[in-house]
């Protein structure tokens, strides 16, 4: 398809391990955002991308987080000695170019036991 | 304070009503704005962005009001397929163009 894939659509694990989520942006779309949405909330942004280079990642709540970008294209969060409070769906967007609109996945749904 | 305020709802309305939403925003530095629409355990979707002029889209009409800080929404003729959380979003001027302030959306159902 030609929108924002996000793999998987759902993930359990248990709390303190490590787990990695996988963006594919629109083709040609140079920018790539990640966004967190817990339940009753909108989403919050944790970390953009223009390109390879993380351009703003000032929503990271902490340094268990991190996300990489490392072609331009493809995008993987990961997050270490995972806690239950960072159960929540993940969704991932991307747009032509920073401020243009932009298009989300599906999102991974996260679940910390 | 939340950079996006909204009201939850719920609201509830019959087929056919008029529904109106609004939100405020705090940062002045705010550039453009949007309604997007997400169903139950889908993703955000663009419905529509907001002109300072106000703009249409069928049945839906959005507004902006900088001087107050203030989005709103109005829906004409609800359909059942209307009902679905919309989402107020700003985005800003300067190092954080492109990162998107959500409100905590507005839940709508719709009845026959």
């Known amino acids: 398809g030609a929108g924002v894939s996000q793999t998987p659509s759902n993930k359990v694990t248990e709390k303190g391990k490590y787990v990695e989520l996988r963006c594919d942006p629109i083709s040609g779309h140079t920018a790539l955002y990640w966004y967190r949405q817990s339940l009753g909330q909108g989403p919050e942004f944790l970390i953009y991308?223009?390109?390879?280079?993380?351009?703003?990642d000032s929503g990271l709540p902490n340094d268990r987080f991190f996300a990489v970008r490392p072609e331009g294209s493809v995008s993987t969060l990961k997050i270490q000695r995972t806690e239950r409070g960072d159960s929540a769906v993940y969704l991932c967007?991307?747009?032509?170019?920073?401020?243009?609109?932009?298009?989300f996945g599906d999102g991974t749904r996260l679940s910390i036991l | 304070r939340k950079e996006v305020e909204q009201d939850p709802g719920p609201f509830n309305v019959p087929e056919g009503a008029t529904v109106a939403f609004n939100c405020t925003y705090s940062?002045?530095?705010?550039?453009?704005f949007f309604w997007y629409r997400q169903d139950c355990r889908k993703e955000p979707k663009l419905l529509m962005s907001?002109?300072?002029s106000g703009n249409e889209d069928g049945r839906f009409t959005a507004q902006l009001n900088r001087a107050s800080q203030y989005i709103s929404l109005l829906i004409r003729d609800s359909k059942l397929s209307d009902s679905a959380t919309y989402l107020c979003?700003?985005?800003?001027?300067?190092?954080?163009?492109?990162?998107?302030?959500f409100g905590r959306g507005t839940q709508l159902t719709v009845w026959p």
């Open positions: 967007a991307s747009s032509r170019e920073r401020g243009w609109p932009q298009h």
């Open positions: 940062n002045s530095a705010s550039q453009s």
């Open positions: 991308f223009q390109g390879t280079g993380a351009a703003d």
């Open positions: 907001v002109y300072s």
């Open positions: 979003v700003v985005n800003q001027r300067g190092s954080t163009l492109g990162r998107l302030y």
